[in-house]
């Protein structure tokens, strides 16, 4: 028969062992945790293959899209349109590229980024492909416009934000040797395409191109996933999404709560995504990016047309295209190496907004510049900063809203270029026309540029005179409050932990001793 002593002794092994068990559970738990949320960016090995398969990605779906200009006359002369119907089908994949681009981030958070790359590969190269056999300029709108502007958009965004999961001290460089993959593609597929046109005909090159095009599905195959250590959802999303999952288990699949889930789980895996969008640091860059987007473009279809203007040649107005080209990439390296440095990384943010600016009065400058000595100088500043930035847009985009969001912020980065590329050409086409001068156009774009550049330091600004007076607040309000900056988001740390230890010892039971 068992005493009191026995039952006594019996309870206290049994909470013991219960104690023993909880603590080896709680142990393994937040080994677990560490294991999912202690991997940091590598900062190269695997890395560089990422790199050069954003590289390709750049030179399939930028460098080709810049290539299917070269067709303009073939297009038509073959069916025998004018100058505006041919122009939209460049107009076209261009803008679709961008548009979808947030359905780009989208397929590859939900999926993977490569299935997302291998997807937009085929789709790019059925759109190369059926194009080839195109009886009319509305199949190649269709084929040719909107089908490989979709398949570029599934690959461009997602391939960029994968660059910045790899890279952290290095991210300037890695995005600087990635996206020069669309000048130097340009450079060695002009001549190229211009080639296989006078070999194969148009439909022959567009044939060969959408084979090209397929080895964005090899691009796709090296992009490797990897987990960061801020990519976790926050414990009550997970514990949401997790208790009605419980719950449906034992629900049929038909039944209004299996689909009051999914919708609850595609709800907060949305607002989780696309959360960056309430940040005001976030809206700020957009519209920058707005007026930014406004005014480069118009550069690459005018200078050619300006310099014939002002008397020079057409080989040596070409050769302003080239070395804008060229000097471009030359910024998309260098510029991200110099941000690089110790003495630059704290100000790329600056950097970034100072190339625009430079830019904008290159655009200024412009119209006083009337012969070649003076258009080469001009091609070399304003390719190189305009490099520069080119580089800088997914650097600045993870300051801002972190590298968690970064394929999505750039989904919608990428979207919001699209109407400036679309309407910025034309109006400054329909003021050249107005005005009978260049002048207007350029003027118009060089402000919006430099207006980009002043809202951004504008921004900063504030952001820099209101922190010292936030961080006073958080420390008078509870010194235990750490302020975290990356967006507007404030945890409290130390309070959390505390809170934690006192559960895990009531839970224990009162002869534990936490010291």
């Excluded at 190369?128 to 009886?135: D, R, W, Y």
């Amino acid at each position: 028969m068992l005493t009191g002593r026995h039952w006594a002794a019996d309870s206290s092994k049994i909470i013991t062992c219960c104690w023993n068990i909880g603590k080896e559970e709680k142990q393994e738990t937040m080994a677990k945790v560490n294991r999912a949320g202690s991997t940091y960016p590598p900062d190269g090995g695997w890395g560089w293959m990422i790199v050069a398969g954003c590289f390709l990605v750049t030179i399939c779906t930028r460098a080709v899209t810049r290539c299917i200009s070269i067709f303009f006359v073939e297009f038509q002369t073959y069916f025998g349109q004018d100058y505006a119907q041919t122009a939209w089908i460049h107009s076209i994949v261009d803008c679709v590229t961008m548009l979808c681009a947030p359905l780009g981030s989208v397929v590859s958070n939900h999926l993977s980024c490569q299935v997302g790359i291998m997807l937009g590969g085929l789709l790019a190269s059925t759109g190369f492909i059926l194009g080839s056999f195109a009886t009319s300029l509305k199949h190649l709108y269709l084929t040719l416009g909107v089908l490989t502007g979709l398949g570029f958009a599934l690959c461009y965004s997602p391939a960029i934000a994968m660059v910045g999961k790899y890279f952290s001290r290095r991210k300037a460089l890695a995005y600087g040797i990635a996206m020069s993959g669309s000048g130097i593609g340009t450079f060695v597929l002009a001549p190229v395409v211009q080639l296989l046109i006078e070999e194969f005909s148009w439909q022959g090159a567009l044939l060969i191109l959408g084979g090209f095009v397929l080895n964005l599905c090899v691009c796709g195959a090296l992009m490797r996933p990897i987990t960061l250590k801020e990519d976790h959802s926050s414990p009550e999303q997970n514990r949401v999404c997790r208790t009605q999952k419980e719950d449906c288990k034992q629900a049929s699949p038909y039944s209004s709560l299996t689909k009051e889930w999914a919708k609850t789980c595609l709800c907060c895996s949305l607002q989780q995504e696309y959360n960056f969008l309430l940040m005001s640091d976030f809206v700020v860059f957009a519209v920058s990016v707005l007026f930014m987007a406004y005014g480069c473009s118009p550069l690459f279809v005018y200078l050619v047309p300006y310099a014939l203007s002002v008397g020079v040649s057409h080989q040596q107005a070409a050769f302003l295209m080239s070395i804008l080209g060229v000097i471009d990439i030359i910024g998309n390296i260098t510029f991200g190496w110099l941000t690089d440095r110790r003495c630059l990384k704290s100000y790329r943010y600056i950097c970034y907004l100072f190339a625009i600016g430079l830019d904008g009065l290159c655009y200024l400058c412009l119209p006083m510049l009337r012969s070649l000595p003076l258009l080469v100088p001009f091609s070399c500043t304003f390719g190189y900063f305009d490099g520069a930035y080119v580089t800088l847009i997914p650097v600045v985009t993870a300051e801002i809203v972190g590298t968690t969001s970064l394929s999505s912020a750039l989904g919608v980065v990428y979207f919001l270029h699209a109407v400036p590329y679309l309407v910025s050409p034309p109006i400054a086409g329909w003021l050249v026309d107005t005005t009978d001068s260049y002048t207007a156009a350029f003027l118009l774009c060089g402000f919006s540029m430099i207006f980009s550049s002043v809202l951004l330091g504008f921004a900063r600004l504030v952001k820099r005179i209101k922190k010292p007076q936030l961080q006073l607040l958080a420390k008078e309000s509870d010194p235990k409050l750490q302020l975290w900056t990356n967006g507007s988001v404030a945890y409290s740390v130390t309070r959390e932990l505390d809170q934690r230890d006192e559960e895990f010892v009531a839970a224990a039971g009162p002869g534990y001793n936490l010291t």
